[in-house]
């Protein structure tokens, strides 16, 4: 009985270290914005003036979020390819996988909150007026230099919440710990609720991956226009939240279409689930620039831009292109990235 108990724990560790990663960002997010904001603090006036602005931690809030989405599809991914892979039985001999890796990945986003953002930020300073390195952007503007510092800043950010999963994962499933005997642990039932269909852990993870790819992205674009900056807190609310639902609903959608043929296997695969929604989602926006492009040189060849009324229809169709094209990308790139289990 007792065996059994562990191999059912080790099925449900995808859900635990998905729940476990969640949790670890949701805290370290509240702690640092918490430290910052101290009355007692230098500068903490400047700061609470600078986050009650809606334009600033309306995206900052969806960009924590979108981070935490991301770590929580990598880790739920990392222990459901060893689930799929090794079996339950053979990580049911693993000790506390989930404790080691709350531990780990702790680790990872304690380094990265207070040593390598301070890094990156001191970097950015010495590109600023009267900065050390100023001269080697020679006549770029500043707010040039603050979106091209920034952008580096979250390449750098990315790549390390990646490696941060990675390394938390290995550290938690690689073998080792106490050991129980193979013959009960094979012996255990192979359904269990607590393991999630390969066509709907595909949807998922291609879904979450996605909305982090437009999030990001589009936390990005902000930083380089001016538009958003003393909006009222609700349209950036409903704007934010629409963005991230209609994506997240579409691209489960066409995953889900391009995941029929997993529907009867044991295995989801899942990385190859994130790889097809990050080449979807760089084909979507190369498609739909060449097609914005296309158009719009084809509309202005005789009569310039157009105004008004005319410019909405654009955007509104160029829309419904976009939200489209979404669905079919990720059904035929999921297919594709899955073609060799049909």
């Not at 020679?138 to 707010?143: E, F, L, S």
């Not at 750098?156 to 994962?169: M, R, S, Y």
């Amino acid at each position: 009985m007792a065996t059994n108990l562990s191999v059912e724990r080790a099925r449900r560790l995808p859900r635990d270290v998905a729940w476990l990663a969640a949790g670890l960002h949701a805290a370290l997010f509240v702690a640092t914005t918490f430290l910052q904001l101290l009355p007692l603090l230098i500068g903490s006036e400047v700061l609470r003036n600078h986050y009650a602005m809606p334009s600033v931690w309306i995206p900052l809030l969806f960009h924590a979020g979108a981070t935490g989405l991301l770590a929580t599809a990598l880790a739920w991914s990392h222990a459901r390819n060893a689930l799929d892979e090794r079996g339950a039985g053979s990580l049911a001999r693993i000790l506390n996988p989930g404790s080691r890796f709350a531990l780990a990945y702790l680790g990872a986003l304690v380094l990265q909150a207070f040593v390598l953002s301070p890094l990156l930020f001191r970097l950015e300073m010495r590109f600023m007026p009267d900065g050390s390195l100023e001269a080697l952007f020679g006549v770029v503007t500043v707010r040039s230099r603050m979106v091209t510092a920034m952008l580096i800043q979250s390449i750098v950010h990315a790549v390390v919440l990646v490696a941060g999963v990675w390394f938390a994962a290995w550290f938690a499933l690689r073998k080792g710990g106490r050991t129980v005997q193979a013959g009960e642990a094979d012996g255990a039932p192979e359904n269990s609720d607590a393991i999630v269909s390969p066509r709907r852990a595909i949807a998922c993870v291609g879904a979450a991956v996605f909305v982090w790819l437009q999030l990001w992205t589009g936390s990005i674009a902000l930083r380089w226009s001016d538009a958003h900056a003393g909006m009222d807190a609700r349209p950036l609310l409903l704007g934010w939240v629409a963005i991230s639902l209609l994506a997240g609903m579409l691209a489960f959608w066409g995953a889900w279409l391009g995941a029929a043929s997993q529907a009867a296997r044991a295995e989801a695969h899942p990385f190859r689930a994130v790889a097809a929604a990050a080449l979807a989602f760089v084909l979507l926006q190369l498609t739909c620039t060449g097609i914005a492009a296309g158009w719009m040189l084809w509309i202005t060849r005789d009569v310039g831009l157009p105004g008004g009324s005319k410019m909405l229809d654009y955007i509104v169709a160029l829309a419904a292109i976009y939200l489209v094209l979404l669905v079919m990308l990720m059904r035929g790139v999921t297919r594709w990235f899955y073609r060799r289990y049909v």
